[in-house]
């Protein structure tokens, strides 16, 4: 087998030029950040979740607020049953009772949950679907 032979100004060239391409790729990928906004609250800021039961009234899915965060519900869809939080049904929002029947609740008002509250379905084969935002705790 032939010996391989590196000449040095070669090397040098070499990774002088693996720098300057590494180093700029890098700089094309760095963009400013800047805030979206929907509505006035941040975009990043926005969730959905559901929470449901099971064919007994056991929970199957349930959210609980982040410990950072206030959970500010502007909309929530009942699909059979109830929800409720930290034990105590929640059964108004927008002021209106929920039926039990595949409606949307939702007009602008905001019900804001308290960080750590835990939000689980309440009935036989509940379904509930919630729309909000979590605000971070100041």
């Known amino acids: 087998m032939k010996p391989i032979t590196l000449h040095p100004l070669s090397v040098r060239a070499g990774l002088a030029l693996a720098g300057v391409v590494a180093l700029s790729t890098g700089a094309a990928q760095v963009r400013p950040m800047r805030t979206v906004f929907v509505g006035e609250v941040p975009a990043e800021w926005w969730t959905y979740f559901q929470v449901t039961t099971d064919g007994a009234g056991t929970p199957v899915q349930s959210y609980v607020v982040p410990l950072d965060r206030r959970l ?62 979590l605000e971070p705790v100041q």
């Open 72 to 133: 500010v519900v502007t909309g929530w869809k009942i699909g059979n049953g109830f929800a409720q939080v930290n034990g105590q049904v929640m059964g108004a929002l927008d002021g209106v009772n929920s039926d039990g029947n595949q409606t949307f609740k939702g007009n602008g008002t905001r019900v804001v949950l308290p960080p750590g509250a835990l939000i689980e379905g309440l009935g036989i084969s509940s379904f509930s679907g919630f729309w909000g935002y």
